[in-house]
Structure formats: C-alpha cells, structure tokens
C-alpha cells in the first residue's frame, strides 16, 4: 500500500531527525483527550516550518488556524526570546487548548493567542500597527484562503515568507471539475499569488501522515 509506504518513511524521518524533546508527544495526547481534529501539520512539516523560521532568522510571525498549537510551538521554538508569533483562533475550545500545550511547551511568553473569526481579528491588529512580519502561516478555513493571503502581503516585510497548507487536497485543487468549498478556496488563493506582481512563489506537493497534500509558499519581493 503506497499511502502505508509514506507513514512508514514519515516514522523514519521521526526516528532519525526530530528529537523526542522536541516532538511534542503531549501536545498531540492533549489534543487526542480533547477530540480535537487530527488536522495539525505532521512532526515532519512542524519542523519544516521550524527551520524556515530559523533560516530568516524571523523574530515576528502571524499563524491563522491555532488548532491545539502543535505548529505554534514548532514556530515559536524558532524565536528568541523576544520575538512573538501572534496566533488566531476560531474555536475558543481549540484555543483553551493550545493555551495549556503552550504553556506546557515552555513558549507562552512569545505566543499571542487570540480568539475569534480571523477576518475580524485581523484589522483589529491593524489598527494596534501590527507587523512588519517576517513569516505568516496559513492554515484556517481554506475558503479564505486568498483574504488570508492578502491580510499576509500586507504585514510583510520584503524578504519575508508566506506559507500556505494544504493546497494540494489530493488532487482536488487541480481538478476544476471539483467544486469543494475548500478546494475552490485554495484554487483561489493560486489565482491570487499568480496574479500578484509582489511575491515569488511556488508550491510543493508532500506525502506522509497526513496523505497527499502541500506547502504553497511565497517570498515578499
Ligand atoms: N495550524 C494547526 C492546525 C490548524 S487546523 C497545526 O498545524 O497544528 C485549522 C484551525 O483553523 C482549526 O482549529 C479551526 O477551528 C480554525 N479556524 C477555522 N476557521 C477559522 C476562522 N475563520 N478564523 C480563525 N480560525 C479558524
Ligand atoms: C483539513 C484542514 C487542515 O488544516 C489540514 O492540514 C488537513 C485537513 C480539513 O479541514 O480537512
Ligand atoms: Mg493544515
């Protein structure tokens, strides 16, 4: 079976690179005893998007969809102390928590929690002057895709990166017979980056624990 194949390869790269302080074994136990969605980017992809944090040195990011906070800590690992990782909310259940995983990771002091609809949040850090940003991750309701990708070009600073998750869907993005609200919304968001003239971007596709999915990722010209 291939998609066991690509479980067996991801336990492998467990096994060898991520070490078992950083794997953040009781963040997912938590999540489990809380029914939480298993939907949080794999230990491979978390740090990933550690190491993308580390490799511009970023001290300021903006993460829409907390879930319990598996990739909020990858990312906040990734800053000094003083940097922050400001991290939005939908669910008040799913951010009580992430709150609680944070804390436990040792984190809260760089981790802003805020809890409601990302697209009301979003200006409301407008206008407290958020940003410039030097990372944005993008992983909430994919029907906003593309107004997440622009609130992301807006607090950038050149030179920064914007990651989108789950921009493959099986396949389901490419095919344009498929009408799956989700799917449109990632179709959308490839419109959006393609047209804009202020981002170099690509994506790529990965296999693993979480089956056939990707990474859209941009950097701020
Ligand atoms: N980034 C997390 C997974 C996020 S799952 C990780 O990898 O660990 C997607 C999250 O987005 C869910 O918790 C969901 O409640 C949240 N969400 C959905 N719609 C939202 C919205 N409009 N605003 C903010 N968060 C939203
Ligand atoms: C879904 C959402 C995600 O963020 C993810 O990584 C996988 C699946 C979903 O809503 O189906
Ligand atoms: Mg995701």
Redesign the pocket.
Known sequence: MQENDWIASDRFIEDHLIRSDEAQGETLRANAAAGL?K???STAQ?KFLHLLALSIGARKIL??????????VWLARALGPDGRIVT????PK?AEVARANVAREGVAARVDLRV????DLLPKLRAEGFGPIDLA?I???KE?NANYFDWALEFSRPGGLIVV?NVIRAGAVADLANMDPMAVGSRALFDRVADSKRVTATALQTVGTKGWDGFLIARVN
Request: proline letters at 3%; zero cysteines.
């Open positions: 969605p939907i949080d980017v978390g993460e829409i969809g907390t879930l319990g906070g598996f990739s909020t939005l909310e939908f669910d799913h409601g609809a990302a697209l991750f992983d909430a309701d906003n998750d």
